[in-house]
């Protein structure tokens, strides 16, 4: 390689990159011994040069001066304890496959020195539930993200399993008119919230059980008061019925509970020395009756008597 600047820089570039961080660290010598392999003759001036050009251009180098400096760089895009977080959420996502998981980790490790890499190579240890084996999700996601910023109407087929579970697409094969609106992520799914033409209402499906997802010439349906975080709070657990306004006896050591299942703004008054009333809007459904079941007590509806009938009849169900 010839003596040209632009390659001496970039070489220089990716050698503090690559091979140093807090830890570790590059001399004067280690940068015209790395040169020298690419076929670069210089000097130790322009190491000097070279490095300042490159803090010019915003590169946090940091230099220790001795008989021999010492270089490297100090912050970065994503620190490492940033990305041993995203490399821990790839890495215990039930969304992504193995074969995906190992792809974006080592794509992270890029982020880094070469040493702070290796310690990205660590377990995650899972709750139990298996990775996919389909990485058709992925590009379903961004399909819709681009018909959500667009608003663009889509359409899509929709499987679910034999007892022997094997895919089978629903309606024989249907084609479901959609306008989404947005992708909602609860229990390690995606869903896709919004305008349903076949069932004339809003509705969700997950994403993960759509397939040959198309645009549509369909006219987008928008709806200007949807809002996300309502339905999220509204349709409890992801299943889609008309919210009611449920009244919850609660122990005082539940409002932790109450707060991060319905937010600071929930509506709560003290009832006594022991209990607070909290009133929230919910879909009466089974996943929020067996939410309530979980506190043993602690938390208990009072009403309306729909809301009440309901979670006794499931109670009875679950005791016969």
């Given at each position: 390689?010839?003596?040209?600047?632009?390659?001496?820089?970039?070489?220089?570039?990716?050698?503090?990159?690559?091979?140093?961080?807090?830890?570790?660290?590059?001399?004067?010598?280690?940068?015209?011994?790395?040169?020298?392999?690419?076929?670069?003759?210089?000097?130790?001036?322009?190491?000097?040069?070279?490095?300042?050009?490159?803090?010019?251009?915003?590169?946090?180098?940091?230099?220790?001066?001795?008989t021999?400096n010492?270089?490297?760089?100090?912050?970065?895009?994503?620190?490492?304890p940033?990305?041993?977080?995203?490399?821990?959420?790839?890495?215990?996502?039930?969304?992504?496959?193995?074969?995906?998981?190992?792809?974006?980790?080592?794509?992270?490790?890029?982020?880094?020195?070469?040493?702070?890499?290796?310690?990205?190579?660590?377990?995650?240890?899972?709750?139990?539930?298996?990775?996919?084996?389909?990485?058709?999700?992925?590009?379903?996601i961004?399909?819709?993200?681009?018909?959500?910023?667009?608003?663009?109407?889509?359409?899509?087929?929709?499987?679910?399993?034999?007892?022997?579970?094997?895919?089978?697409?629903?309606?024989?094969?249907?084609?479901?008119?959609?306008?989404?609106?947005?992708?909602?992520?609860?229990?390690?799914?995606y869903?896709?919230?919004?305008?349903?033409?076949?069932?004339?209402?809003?509705?969700?499906?997950?994403?993960?059980?759509?397939?040959?997802?198309?645009?549509?010439?369909?006219?987008?349906?928008?709806?200007?008061?949807?809002?996300?975080?309502?339905?999220?709070?509204?349709?409890?657990?992801?299943?889609?019925?008309?919210?009611?306004?449920?009244?919850?006896?609660?122990?005082?050591?539940?409002?932790?509970?109450?707060?991060?299942?319905?937010?600071?703004?929930?509506?709560?008054?003290?009832?006594?020395?022991?209990?607070?009333?909290?009133t929230?809007?919910?879909?009466?459904?089974?996943?929020?009756f067996?939410?309530?079941?979980?506190?043993?007590?602690?938390?208990?509806?009072?009403?309306?008597?729909?809301?009440?009938?309901?979670?006794?009849?499931?109670?009875?169900?679950?005791?016969?």
């Amino acid at each position: 390689m010839q003596n040209d600047p632009r390659s001496r820089i970039l070489l220089l570039l990716q050698l503090l990159l690559k091979q140093t961080d807090e830890h570790h660290y590059a001399t004067g010598a280690d940068i015209l011994r790395f040169w020298e392999t690419h076929g670069i003759q210089t000097t130790r001036k322009n190491v000097y040069s070279d490095i300042q050009l490159l803090m010019d251009f915003g590169l946090d180098v940091i230099c220790i001066k001795s008989t021999q400096n010492r270089y490297s760089v100090g912050s970065r895009l994503l620190e490492l304890p940033e990305l041993k977080l995203l490399v821990d959420a790839v890495e215990s996502s039930h969304l992504i496959t193995e074969k995906k998981s190992t792809a974006l980790i080592e794509k992270l490790g890029h982020l880094t020195s070469r040493h702070n890499a290796a310690l990205l190579n660590r377990p995650v240890y899972m709750d139990g539930t298996a990775k996919p084996d389909n990485e058709a999700v992925y590009y379903a996601i961004d399909a819709i993200q681009t018909a959500i910023h667009k608003q663009r109407a889509i359409s899509f087929q929709y499987f679910e399993y034999t007892p022997k579970k094997e895919k089978v697409l629903k309606h024989k094969g249907y084609r479901y008119g959609f306008s989404p609106y947005v992708l909602i992520w609860s229990r390690d799914f995606y869903y896709a919230v919004g305008w349903s033409e076949k069932h004339g209402k809003l509705a969700q499906f997950r994403v993960d059980r759509m397939t040959a997802i198309q645009d549509s010439d369909a006219p987008y349906i928008a709806d200007p008061s949807f809002d996300p975080a309502s339905y999220i709070r509204e349709i409890f657990g992801m299943y889609h019925d008309m919210p009611q306004r449920v009244t919850l006896l609660c122990e005082n050591r539940t409002m932790r509970n109450i707060i991060d299942h319905f937010g600071e703004d929930v509506d709560t008054e003290v009832v006594d020395a022991n209990h607070f009333r909290a009133t929230v809007d919910v879909a009466p459904t089974p996943p929020f009756f067996s939410w309530v079941f979980t506190f043993g007590g602690a938390i208990r509806i009072e009403g309306p008597g729909e809301a009440l009938a309901k979670m006794r009849d499931m109670a009875s169900w679950l005791h016969t």
